[in-house]
């Protein structure tokens, strides 16, 4: 199985902060990797997919890039709407894959 | 607007089976262009992909769960279902149903999810 690392677990950051997320994979997965938002009690909603194509309706703020093993989730300047738990995902060869461990971005 | 919503027992005792629905509205199961899947988050853990199914029926499962897991469609119903014959603690979670999309380049992601069920393994 191909595993996700996803890191760091946990982030404080602030309100205008620039914010990056990172998820290694265990194997060369070309560009096979969803990026997801969870807020609490809200369903996870997809931000990234490919590794760098932003979901229609999501804010230009967000972007994602990395290809092969090293995979990036930037938040160029955080809004209040932005403190969630982010997952990484990779559907390399898979109708499902694995997913990262999650980061919670939380205020410092 | 596509709408999936999740249903299931709550609370099983060990060994007992699991069955959980997805009931969909706004398209129909048979869209061919569309798969539909099933994710789980244990309290205090990450997500896990369970299986998805296709429009026409084709199942695929995790293979760290060593398909203990059955997948399913009810297209009269426009509904899909997740069975397990015999639960432990280590099933309890959140369950997620999703749709999973993809592109023309055949990259796929779960969009849009329901908002979970519980389910607790408890004796």
């Known amino acids: 199985d191909i595993q996700m690392t996803q890191s760091p677990s946990s982030l404080p950051a602030s309100v205008g902060d620039r914010v990056t997320i990172t998820c290694r994979a265990s194997q060369n997965i070309d560009n096979y990797v969803n990026w997801y938002q969870r807020k609490p009690g809200k369903a996870p909603t997809v931000l990234i997919y490919?590794?760098?194509t932003l979901q229609s309706g999501v804010p230009s703020r967000f972007s994602g890039s990395g290809s092969g093993t090293d995979f990036t989730l930037t938040i160029s300047s955080l809004q209040p709407e932005d403190f969630a738990t982010y997952y990484c995902?990779?559907?390399?060869?898979?109708?499902?894959?694995?997913f990262g461990q999650g980061t919670k971005l939380e205020i410092k | 607007q596509l709408l999936l919503q999740e249903s299931g027992p709550g609370l099983l005792k060990p060994s007992e089976p699991l069955s959980l629905t997805c009931s969909v509205s706004?398209?129909?199961?048979?869209?061919?262009?569309?798969?539909w899947g099933w994710i789980r988050q244990p309290p205090g853990k990450g997500l896990e992909w369970i299986a998805t199914?296709?429009?026409?029926?084709?199942?695929y499962y995790n293979p760290s769960l060593q398909s203990r897991f059955t997948i399913s469609l009810d297209t009269s119903k426009n509904q899909f279902s997740l069975q397990k014959n015999s639960v432990t603690p280590s099933d309890t979670a959140l369950y997620f149903c999703?749709?999973?999309?993809?592109?023309?380049?055949?990259?796929?992601?779960?969009?849009?999810w329901g908002q979970g069920t519980l389910v607790t393994v408890s004796a």
């Open positions: 995902q990779h559907t390399y060869r898979t109708l499902g894959g694995t």
């Open positions: 199914i296709s429009s026409s029926g084709g199942a």
């Open positions: 706004g398209d129909t199961l048979t869209t061919t262009s569309f798969y």
């Open positions: 490919a590794a760098s």
């Open positions: 999703a749709r999973l999309v993809h592109n023309s380049a055949y990259y796929f992601w779960f969009d849009p």
